[in-house]
């Protein structure tokens, strides 16, 4: 197979994939009912972290603005119950109802996204990024990360995440969670396991200057 026929594959399989989710879902049922308003009333704590425009404020907390809707309350929720393991968001959701998840993922969804930079001295691994994650690597069966996350890093709605602008801390940190199993989720554990920490580093790079 030729890493375009890879890269082909990959495409046909996301299609196949989201083809199976909107039939789940039910057409147009994909996007969460959240109130942006009442979503940005219950943001005033998470501002500490998350910043007011849905910008994190160090390299290790996540941007939250303009991520795909649906993605926020799935994540809120696996907090809450422990199937995502984090102290700090742990005690963030003990309070938070499913509709207050809901209004929250709304709101930051109507965020305008953070546009990403990479400095000159990441430059040249950020390309070496760049080619992974829009072509895989073949050999050892590393699909291309564009087939779910979209070619310019957008995300799809509402499985998908955003990784276009994220900080790459952020991002490397999610990926070295994954490998090791500390983060579950059945289709990024296997695909982090076969990337090595350079690969992830680099890709982790190129998404985060992706505007
Ligand atoms: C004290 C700092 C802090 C506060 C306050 C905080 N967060 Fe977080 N948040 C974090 C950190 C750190 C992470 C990264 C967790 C990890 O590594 O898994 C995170 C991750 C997240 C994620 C996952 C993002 C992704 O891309 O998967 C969401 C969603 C989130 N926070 C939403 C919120 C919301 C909503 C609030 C307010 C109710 C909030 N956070 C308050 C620090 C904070
Ligand atoms: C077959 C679809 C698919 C492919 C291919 C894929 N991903 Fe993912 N990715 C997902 C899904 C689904 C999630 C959401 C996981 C969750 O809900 O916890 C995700 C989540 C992530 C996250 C966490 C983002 C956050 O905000 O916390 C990162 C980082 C990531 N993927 C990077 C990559 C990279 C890099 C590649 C290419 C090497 C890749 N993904 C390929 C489906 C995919």
Redesign the pocket.
């Known amino acids: 197979m030729t890493s375009k026929q890879f890269a082909l594959l ?1 495409a046909l ?2 299609t196949l ?1 989201v083809t199976v989710s909107l039939f789940v879902t039910g057409a147009g049922g994909v996007a969460s009912a959240g109130d942006i308003e009442a979503g940005k009333a219950k943001s005033v704590t998470c501002v500490a972290c998350h910043g007011a425009d849905g910008k994190g404020l160090t390299p290790e907390w ?1 941007n939250l603005a303009g ?1 795909v809707k649906g ?1 926020i309350a ?2 809120l929720k ?1 907090f809450k119950n422990g199937k ?1 393991n984090n102290a700090i968001m742990l005690g963030q959701v003990a309070a938070l109802t499913d509709a207050d998840m809901e209004n929250l993922d709304a709101y930051y969804a109507s965020l305008p996204p953070i546009a990403g930079a990479v400095s000159e001295n990441n430059a040249s691994d950020a390309k070496k990024g760049a080619k ?2 829009r072509g ?1 690597v073949q050999d050892t069966q ?8 979209g070619p310019a890093g957008t995300g799809l709605m509402p ?5 276009a602008g ?1 900080k790459a801390k ?2 490397e940190a ?2 070295l969670a ?1 490998k090791n199993g500390s ?3 059945s ?2 554990q296997p ?2 396991f076969k ?1 090595s920490a350079e ?2 580093r680099q ?2 790079l190129f ?1 985060s200057g992706l505007k």
């Open positions: 990959s399989k996301l994939a996540p991520q993605y799935s994540q696996m995502r992974l994650y895989g590393i699909p291309a990360c564009m087939a779910c996350h499985k998908y995440p955003r990784l994220q952020y991002i999610q990926l994954f983060r579950a989720n289709v990024m695909i982090a990337m690969q992830i890709v982790s998404v």
